[in-house]
């Protein structure tokens, strides 16, 4: 990419969309385009096949999505699978149709079975059931990435799909109804030590295990694979198998542990409860990093002083 490059962020106000606009901004990068959901309704396909006419994009960073944890998956699966379909949809057909040079499309580690081999790799996709509570997403994801392969193929497209393992920094969605549970927990501890309480309950046995990356470290990871020159990405451009990269730092910790540990951030002293009879989801969801470490990224920010950062970003925000 070059720095005058036309770069369109979709979901560019979003936890990862804004990593990626301030990484390529501190990279020098000039030429973005971004729009509201006011401005462009990405579920509009005749209205995304303008903008792209209109504004013929050299590359595309596909960060749009309905995201959200077990709450909102379970309640509501219906908008989790038709809205992630038709966005990614949209925006990867209308890639093609105006020659954008590369496409990121970002999808997320649930695409891997529930009982995958730990820690997973790119090739597990499609080995076996997916985790009950978030199907309906890992599926339209699983989608995504089967689009850019087939594109690929068909067309000769250079789509690319990276899955980010959980992701948590600057623009979270701090809702204790439909956050994710890192966001959810900082949240808590918040309140809890705010209030006087003596008890945070935590959902689930609190046994399941979790990796985290900071969302900075994940735009880097996006940016570095858009810069590699082809040579090096010939690995992810074949006809056998789909384009994916996993991101993430291979590391993880028990949610009880990760609880401990945002407990310790945050400053709240009391008591943790884990409410058992709350669901606990996949049991463990490690990610293989050995392709994209290979490649000469690895992650930069550890967990506990990016929880510090997330911590300062919700006071922030209330």
């Not at 369109?8 to 990068?29: D, M, N």
């Not at 038709?82 to 966005?87: E, K, S, W």
């Not at 590699?228 to 996993?246: I, R």
Request: with cysteine; hydrophobic share 40%.
């Amino acid at each position: 990419m070059q720095p005058d490059s036309k770069i369109y962020i979709a979901g560019h106000r979003g936890l990862v969309g804004s990593a990626l606009v301030r990484r390529l901004q501190a990279r020098g990068y000039t030429n973005l385009v971004t729009r509201t959901h006011a401005d462009l309704e990405l579920r509009d396909q005749a209205a995304v096949a303008r903008f792209f006419a209109e504004e013929q994009p050299d590359y595309v960073l596909l960060a749009a999505a309905r995201v959200g944890g077990i709450y909102a998956n379970n309640t509501y699966p219906a908008e989790f699978i038709h809205d992630n379909l038709v966005i990614q949809s949209n925006i990867i057909h209308s890639a093609w149709q105006n020659n954008v040079q590369r496409l990121l499309f970002l999808g997320s580690s649930c695409i891997y079975p529930k009982a995958a081999p730990q820690p997973m790799k790119e090739d597990c996709l499609l080995t076996g059931p997916l985790e009950p509570t978030n199907r309906p997403y890992a599926l339209a994801k699983i989608a995504g990435i089967e689009m850019c392969h087939s594109y690929n193929r068909q067309y000769g497209t250079r789509f690319m799909a990276a899955m980010p393992t959980n992701l948590y920094g600057p623009n979270d969605n701090y809702d204790l109804n439909n956050s994710h549970v890192l966001p959810a927990l900082i949240r808590k501890m918040h309140e809890a030590k705010q209030s006087g309480a003596k008890e945070v309950v935590v959902w689930g046995t609190g046994t399941p295990k979790r990796e985290f990356l900071y969302s900075d470290d994940m735009a880097d990871a996006c940016l570095f694979l858009l810069e590699q020159p082809e040579a090096q990405l010939s690995s992810l451009f074949n006809e056998a198998s789909p384009p994916l990269v996993n991101i993430g730092c291979g590391e993880d910790l028990s949610i009880r542990e990760l609880a401990e540990l945002v407990a310790e951030v945050v400053g709240f002293t009391g008591k943790l409860t884990f409410d058992t009879s709350k669901p606990d989801g996949t049991l463990r969801k490690l990610m293989d990093v050995g392709r994209i470490n290979a490649l000469g990224w690895k992650r930069q920010m550890q967990l506990r002083d990016g929880i510090a950062r997330s911590y300062q970003d919700m006071l922030s925000k209330l």
